[in-house]
């Protein structure tokens, strides 16, 4: 029986390319499934032989190791260098989400708040 190594949700493309890759350089088989029509499932990457899913969970644990020192260490250099991603750019090159951020965050504290002031008053 399949199992699922890798949820496809919240994964960028050169993750799963990676995964897809390490999996055929070490010869598991392995097959993917496509995210539903309607966004329930994202699809995910499985290993198809279950005596192969130990192999397949020790690499993934090495990659995902790797994988964050090098992420880490590129934000590391942006933030020296200045290029790190900051609020004020997000807020530069896309004002109106930001602003409708701002207002739900706002909403919902308000609507956090009503019980307490109704009860108050």
């Known amino acids: ?32 499934t496509q ?6 499932s994202n699809g995910g990457i499985w290993v198809e032989n279950n005596a192969e899913v130990a192999e397949a969970k020790r690499l993934m644990a090495d990659y995902q190791k790797q994988r964050q020192a090098r992420v880490r260490a590129e934000r590391e250099q942006a933030v020296r ?6 609020f004020a750019d997000i807020a530069r090159e896309q004002p109106l989400r930001v602003l409708l951020t701002l207002l739900a965050i706002v909403f919902l504290l308000a609507l956090v708040a009503l019980p307490v002031w109704l009860l108050h008053h």
């Open 81 to 86: 260098e200045g290029t790190a991603e900051t």
């Open 35 to 40: 995210p539903s029509r309607w966004g329930i």
């Open 1 to 32: 029986m399949a199992k699922l190594l890798l949820n496809l949700r919240h994964v960028s493309d050169d993750e799963a390319a990676d995964v897809r890759a390490f999996l055929e350089a070490n010869a598991i088989a392995f097959y993917e």
